[in-house]
Every structure is written in C-alpha cells, then in structure tokens.
C-alpha cells in the first residue's frame, strides 16, 4: 500500500466535503426561515472546513498545494460522487441530501478514529462532534417534514426516492481499497452501508417515510460526473482562474 493509495481516497473525501459544501452555501440567503439559514450556512461553512482538512492531508502526502487542487483541476479530474453534486433542487431536496450524507458520515468517521494512520484518526476525531451536530439538526428536520404536511411529505419522498440510488455510491469500492482495509487505514464500504442503512431506515420510518429496497451500490467510478459538476466549477473556479497561479491580492 502506497502514499499515492491513500492520497487518492483522501481526495475523494476531501472533494465530496467541498462540493457538497458549496451546494448548501446556496442556501445562503434563501433558507425557509431566518433562523435555519443561519443554521444551514454553518453546515455548509463546517463541510468546508472539513474539506480543508483532508485537502491538508492529501497535501502533505502529494506535495500539492490545496488552492491549485481545488480551483484548476478539470471536472473530469474530481473524485467526489455525483451525489454530492446535483443541484440544490427544494428544501426537501437539500434537505434529505445533508442527512443522508450526515448519517454516512458518522457512520465512517466512528471507524476511522480507530485508523491505523494517526493521520486520519486525528482528522475523524476532530470532525466527529461537528458532524454529530450536523446528524442531530437534519433528522431532525427529516421528522419535522416527514410528519408536517401532505405537501411536505410529498416533496420528502420524492427527494429520496430520487436521492437514495445516488447516496448509495458513496459506497462504491474502488481498486485500492482492498489495500487499505487491509492495513486498517480504512473500514470495509460494505460494512458502513449496513450499518448506514440500519440507521437511516430506523430514522426515515419513525419519520413516516419509505425507505426505497436495498440494492447495489451504483456501477459509476468517481471519475465520472454529470454535467452539473462542470456547471459548479464555472462559477467556483471563475475568480482563481482570471488570474495567475500564486498571485497575491
């Protein structure tokens, strides 16, 4: 198992925190009420910071600096899942999004506390009450949406029936993970879906929702994207790119 193996999952991890992030900072101003647009905000700024740790660490092991990462890399070159990157769609939407990626993050970062790599077990243990809070805060808007309205309901289901395919490619293995489950760097996937599973199902029935069945992980590498990743980038590459490499403001 080499440093490049691991750097590659870092940056997976990293790149899902960042666009993710970026997703809900498009909340910013336009959350249902006052007071969880503030609240939404702080996720998405938390997602980022959680980003900017991995980025940190993929740095320290590739020597790339985490500004050229992010802001001049091709689409093509990102190793988030499409998950994280479709539009913003309703509240519901985002919604239901942020939870399931919360309930997986929690789920993954009980285990990599435990990493053999004092690096990454460092790095879980310092997000793990951040995403705790994050947890918390959307099943608990899960339940208030699931067991508001009709119409509520409605637009809940629809976001998972149209989210879960998606989410579970946040469990699609990879060629090198066999290596680092091997030196215990990194849970086996097929047990954090399981274990994902098992909570988010609990949380969505005690919130009057159907759970779709249970079925494979999407067949997609996180090589391939859709068109609205590109569309992202534009706009969160835009000022970086109008400008050389390094200067200073």
Known sequence: MTETT???????????????????????GHAPILEEDIAFSNIALDELGHAQLWYELHQTLTAKEPDRVIFFRRAAD?????????????????????????????????????????????????????????????????????????TSRRRMQNALDELW???????????????????????????????????VRAQLTASDLVAPPSRAPLALTRAQHTEHLQTLLDELQMVARSEAYGVEW
Request: hydrophobic residues 45%.
């Open 6 to 28: 691991l750097a590659l999952k870092i940056l997976a991890l990293a790149d899902d925190e960042l666009i993710l992030g970026h997703r809900d900072s498009e909340w910013a």
């Open 78 to 150: 990102y190793r988030n899942t499409q998950f994280v990157e479709l539009p913003k769609g309703d509240w519901a939407f985002s919604m239901t999004r942020q939870y399931l990626f919360d309930a997986y993050e929690n789920v993954l970062l009980g285990h990599l506390i435990h990493s053999s790599d004092a690096r990454v077990a460092e790095i879980a243990a310092k997000m793990r009450p951040e995403e705790i809070y994050h947890l918390r805060h959307t099943s608990n808007w899960v339940k208030r949406l699931g067991l508001g309205t009709a």
């Open 165 to 199: 395919q998606y989410a579970l490619q946040l469990f699609t293995p990879s060629a090198d993970d066999l290596a680092l489950i091997a030196a215990n760097i990194f849970p086996d996937l097929a047990v954090l879906q399981q274990e994902w599973e098992t909570n």
